[in-house]
């Protein structure tokens, strides 16, 4: 079986690793990929959001299944054009997408059916917005509506910073069309958590939960970033909470969405914090995350493969997903600068004195003309250790980190660090 997977990240790699390993699969194309994804795939030269270049691809190369890796082909329509042409691609439609690629649209869906989340106001005139500002007490979150690069929503602490970040996004348009709207909501309070799952619009099928690190340096601080690590499963997430996300979340929102004729099939990616009143919703992605997947896959033990196309076949209720009783630690290596500027092309040494039990997901890298890895991106490397706790996975990576290297690197000291009590965040 022939697949394409559309991206470039450390995500993408880490989903052609886990479908490389099923048997069914007999070649892997990806669109556009990296340095990491060309050992195990044949890249190609197309963007992600060459929705007719891909899809002419897609139909030269008989591919028999596309799986969709980031945010902006979905939000771009990628499913309905191939689902047009009779493909077969695994992601949410335009319409369904509109989960991540519109808050507004998300935040009216979840409050008119009573999934617990934060209280919010939408706003199409910044006039409105601030009027509506002045009125609200200290500490608010401020999100732009549409897809903003994970970069779109301030915690503002001090009325200043609400309405530099609300001039920023409705005047300014730092984030151009994804500012047209904005929400402003009540700030929520407690531990976040990204839980993960799949759907076929009438099942959904749970994997597992995760968290990450947004902020460029330790004890979050700095700037925030695609996100700097991520470890799996989180200590609090138990059995009770699993069933209390998906009986009070994930499904109402699958069937408030059927309710008004939307099938959602694809990865549902619920962005959670753990407040005192239990799980509430911050956000929702319609793809696997990045870093999460990294941590992710390697405790997957059901073929990838297996579940794309029982998603597509509506038989997920047949399906039995299994992860492995482990734990597993992820660290990003990035450029020197991010997330602002930074230099590109920088040689990338000791790839190749990586042990066995540390897997190397590649994002911001490429093959130089004198067949060198270089990087190419603001995320360089992903480095991933599997162990029984997540201070054995912990320790085994950052033992090993020091082994790669390229000028300017910069990497945080405490992802996944245990202070005693709980995991830093």
Sequence with gaps: MKVLVIGNGAREHAIVWKLSQSPKVTKIYVAPGNAGTSLIAENVAISCTNIKGLLAFAKDNSIDITFVGPEAPLAGGVVDVFASAGLRIFGPCREAAQLESSKVFTKELLLSNKIPTAYSRSFSSYEKACSYLNRLEMPVVIKADGLAGGKGVTVAQTYEQAMAALSDIMEAKIFGEAGENVVIEECMVGREMSFFAVTDGKTVAPL????DYKRIYDGDKGANTGGMGSYTPPVFFTPELKDEIMSRILLPVIKALAERGITY?????????MTAEGPRVMEFNARFGDPETQVLMPLLKTDLLEIVEA????RLDKLSIEMEDSCAVGVVLASGGYPAEYRKRLPISGLSDMPSD??????????SEEDEIVTNGGRVLCLVSKGQSIEAARENVY??????SFEDCQYRRDIALFNGRELCR
């Design 358 to 367: 540390i897997l190397v997901f590649h994002a911001g890298t490429v093959v």
């Design 311 to 314: 998603t597509l076949e509506g």
């Design 208 to 211: 597992s939960a995760a968290c």
């Design 265 to 273: 099939k694809g990865v549902l990616y619920a962005g959670l914090m």
């Design 399 to 404: 033992r090993n980190i020091d082994k790669v």
